[in-house]
């Protein structure tokens, strides 16, 4: 691990206003930031800890939704009784990630902003686009049963790893943020994540040093909520596929996918295919994808994991 200068931030204000330093870093619960630290894919020179920043609270807004304070930790999040109450696919996504170690430490905006799974991304022996902007990209023509289907580029196939932003984009959560002028800015989740294009490195909507304060649920949607990960063992693995859906009782609902693109994939086709249930409406739900020949399977998988979630929201 390369040296580093550590401050503990007093305010979202004073964090956002350190960040100003060339090469800082938030550090949360520190569990993707630290890891990629001893990788040395993440050098920081100064790290400024905002866990004592009082973001730790779930509120009920004047709009009947729900804000989630940055510093939220998954596992609190998932227990909370209004979440599992009103927006259950939220608490079933984050209880399907991780391990219960992990989510004790993993919180709201970090879960949100941790870097994908690509297995090159991890080695700094690769060439990868994301890690080293204009190097190239190792996993096009290499290994890439986990990555993604659609939304990639010339320039990188990666995928978001995220359950949480999955359940976050079916619900139309907005992000809060603080930048070191005091400005704040409230993001949909639509447009919080960016599809890779010629700049993968830059993942999100956030301008650098932004610091992500909080996020807000709308008023409940109602319906039956699912979250169903289809992954290679039953726990501690990343999804292939991943299924957010809530539904309505006269078959209208929303959708969104995980683990096929470089940002969580909402479905407006399913969404209209809905009320009609068919099975073979779900078939083309990713149209214009372009698998490669190890990842194809993804597309039938997520139409059949689809498929199974409209079978038991009908039962
Ligand atoms: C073995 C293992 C298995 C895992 N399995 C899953 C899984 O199945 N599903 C899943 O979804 N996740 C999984 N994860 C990932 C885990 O959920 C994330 O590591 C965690 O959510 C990150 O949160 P954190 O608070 O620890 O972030 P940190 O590591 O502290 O930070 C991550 C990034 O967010 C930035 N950041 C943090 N807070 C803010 C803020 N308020 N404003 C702006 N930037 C900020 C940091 O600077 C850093 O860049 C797994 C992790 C491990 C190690
Ligand atoms: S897919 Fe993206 S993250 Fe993976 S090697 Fe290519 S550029 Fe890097």
Redesign the pocket.
Same mark, same amino acid.
Not at 30 to 35: F, P, Q, S, V
Not at 96 to 99: D, F, P, T, W
Not at 161 to 164: F, T
């Given at each position: 691990m390369r040296p580093f200068t550590y401050e503990r931030a007093r305010s979202p204000a004073e964090a956002a206003a350190a960040a100003r330093r060339p090469g800082t870093?938030? &550090?949360?619960?520190?569990? #993707? $930031? $630290?890891?990629l630290m001893k990788l040395q894919i993440e050098t920081p020179a100064h790290l400024v800890d905002?866990n004592h920043l009082g973001l730790d609270a779930i509120e009920p807004t004047p709009e009947g939704g729900l804000r989630i304070g940055?510093l939220v930790r #998954?596992t609190d999040l998932a227990a909370d009784a209004r979440v599992r109450r009103d927006y259950a696919v939220l608490s079933r996504a984050l209880l399907?990630?991780?391990?219960g170690q $992990?989510r004790n430490?993993?919180?709201t905006?970090?879960?949100l902003?941790?870097r994908t799974r690509c297995p090159y991304f991890y080695d700094p022996a690769q060439p990868c686009n994301k890690r080293q902007p204009g190097s190239g990209c190792a996993a096009i023509g290499g290994i890439t049963r986990q990555l993604a289907v659609i939304g990639g580029s010339e320039a990188c196939i990666a995928t978001h790893?995220?359950?949480?932003a999955v359940a976050l984009r079916v619900l139309d959560a907005v992000v809060e943020t603080v930048d070191a002028a005091g400005a704040t800015r409230a993001i949909p989740m639509a447009d919080f994540h960016r599809l890779p294009g010629d700049t993968p490195h830059v993942e999100t909507a956030l301008a650098p040093g932004?610091? &992500?304060t909080g996020v807000t649920l709308p008023a409940p949607a109602g319906g039956r909520h699912f979250y169903r990960k289809v992954r290679d063992r039953a726990s501690?693995?990343?999804a292939l596929v991943s299924v957010a859906a809530v539904v309505q009782p006269d078959g209208r609902g929303r959708v969104a996918l995980g683990g096929v693109a470089h940002k969580p994939w909402r479905v407006e086709a399913a969404e209209a295919a809905l009320p009609d249930g068919a099975r073979a409406a779900m078939g083309g739900i990713l149209d214009g994808a372009r698998p490669t020949p190890d990842n194809a399977f993804k597309v039938t998988l997520a139409e059949r994991a689809l498929a199974s979630v409209l079978a038991e929201a009908r039962s």
């Open positions: 870093r938030f &550090i949360a619960g520190g569990t #993707n $930031l $630290l890891d905002v940055a #998954n399907a990630g991780a391990s $992990l430490r993993a919180t905006a970090g879960n902003l941790q790893p995220s359950d949480m932004d610091f &992500i501690y693995a990343f």
